[in-house]
């Protein structure tokens, strides 16, 4: 198996790290459902595209303070809804 190549990063915050992406296998994406007023469902599911790991130089993993990997994801979000919103203005919505 080939090394993998070290990518230069950035951080949330802008702060730049090393890392290495690294293979992963989907268990589950299980969607994440809500009800809005009307009966309107909203269905919402995270979609994980990439991992990488944050590494030094030398491409070995860097863990936190507490010994564990840091890593970097990259992904979607896939959002459906069934219904219709109803705009109730006494609601606050």
């Known amino acids: 198996m080939a090394k993998a190549k070290i990518q ?35 269905r919402v599911k995270n979609i994980l595209t990439k991992i990488f790991v944050i590494v030094d130089e030398a491409g070995v993993p860097i863990p936190d303070s507490s010994g564990d990997s840091q890593v970097i994801i990259q992904g979607t979000i896939a959002v459906t809804v069934s219904g219709t919103v109803e705009n109730d203005h006494d609601s606050g919505i």
Do not use: I
């Open 8 to 42: 230069d990063m950035a951080l949330p915050d802008g702060s730049p790290v090393k890392a290495v992406e690294v293979p992963f296998e989907v268990v589950t994406e299980a969607w994440n459902e809500y009800m809005l007023p009307g009966g309107a469902q909203t």
